[in-house]
């Protein structure tokens, strides 16, 4: 493994703990009825582990950045040493927790569509006469 790799890892990895703790502090923003707040941090998670996918061209980059985001959701999701807890356990928060593992795999199970080859038109050779 090539330090370039190993640095493209750790870098992902600070990222998606960069936007899982963003996302993790915003997702409860305008929780009124139309949840902006959970939809832009599922969004900007989303994106950012899309981004790693296709500038990686690899699933572990987006695969590291998943790990970063997910632990800073958990770090924080725990009780602290103080007794605070930044998410507490309410259903827009178990959406939030659910849904970015949810995002994280999605994202890291899609499909490498660039090593599919489209279907070549058959030849003036290869098509029967009729």
Do not use: N
């Not at 987006?62 to 356990?89: E, K, N, Q, T, W």
């Not at 593992?101 to 003036?124: F, Q």
Request: charged share 10%.
């Amino acid at each position: 493994m090539s330090l370039s790799r190993i640095a493209t890892f750790v870098m992902s990895f600070i990222i998606g703990a960069v936007f899982g703790t963003a996302g993790t502090i915003g997702f409860s923003a305008g929780a009124d009825l139309f949840h902006l707040g959970l939809i832009l941090a599922f969004a900007g998670c989303l994106a950012i582990l899309v981004s790693l996918r296709i500038l990686a061209e690899d699933r572990w980059a987006a695969i590291a950045g998943g790990a970063g985001m997910y632990l800073a959701v958990f770090m924080f999701s725990m009780r602290g040493p103080g007794g605070s807890v930044v998410v507490p356990d309410t259903g827009l928060s178990q959406v939030w927790l659910i849904g970015v593992g949810v995002i994280i795999l999605i994202v890291a199970a899609w499909p490498d569509l660039r090593r599919i080859r489209p279907a070549s038109a058959p030849s003036k050779a290869q098509t029967p006469s009729r």
